[in-house]
């Protein structure tokens, strides 16, 4: 762990991408059938203090 900040800055490894779902808990159905069509490389975040 103590290596992690390096390995950050080099590009070594690199974070993974965060997608947030419009709509709070209603983005989930929308963020479900995304990735039941293959999404890759990103994670799909919902926020339910955002829903209305």
Do not use: D, Y
Not at 8 to 15: N, V
Not at 25 to 44: D, F, T
Request: charged fraction near 20%.
């Amino acid at each position: 762990m103590s290596k992690l900040t390096n390995f950050l800055e080099e590009g070594s490894i690199k974070p993974n991408r965060v997608e947030i779902l419009p709509n709070g808990l209603g983005g989930i159905a929308n963020g479900l059938e995304r990735l039941g069509k293959g999404v890759s490389n990103v994670k799909l975040v919902a926020l339910p203090q955002e829903t209305a």
